[in-house]
């Protein structure tokens, strides 16, 4: 079992920063993904960023890549979001991920349904 706990959400103006953080306990293992999808009211969750848990991989949704970074702390066990350059369309609940994988795949690492395990979400509002 994963447990996933996400914080570091709130209120930012348009151009602003945020960190996400999700706490990560329970096993992992380097054939892990973590990922970070979102979803805003009315809308389906969507992909935002993804990386193995062994670090080697990353790989971002179109609109917030060079926008936002996504990394982990091994030590603390831990993934994390930066996000620059917020915009309002970057507003939506930020949910956190986990699932195994055997080959890494784009499709497969950006699909919300596949992933075995979630957090309870953080709010992230942008104003214009």
């Known amino acids: 079992q994963v447990q996933l706990v996400e914080s570091g959400g709130g209120l930012v103006q348009a151009g602003g920063s945020l960190r996400l953080s999700c706490a990560v306990s329970?096993?992992?293992?380097?054939?892990?993904?973590m990922s970070w999808f979102r979803q805003a009211p009315g809308k389906e969750r969507e992909f935002v960023a993804v990386?193995?848990?062994?670090?080697?991989?990353?790989y971002y949704e179109g609109s917030v890549k060079g926008r936002f970074t996504i990394s982990r702390d091994n030590a603390k066990n831990t993934l994390y979001l930066q996000m620059n350059s917020l915009e309002p369309a970057d507003t939506a609940v930020y949910y956190c991920?986990?699932?195994?994988?055997?080959?890494?795949?784009?499709?497969?690492?950006?699909?919300?349904?596949?992933?075995?395990?979630w957090g309870q979400g953080t709010q992230v509002t942008v104003s214009s």
């Open positions: 991920a986990a699932r195994p994988i055997l080959l890494w795949s784009i499709s497969v690492v950006t699909t919300a349904n596949d992933y075995d395990y």
């Open positions: 329970g096993r992992t293992f380097s054939n892990y993904v």
């Open positions: 990386m193995k848990w062994s670090g080697d991989r990353t």
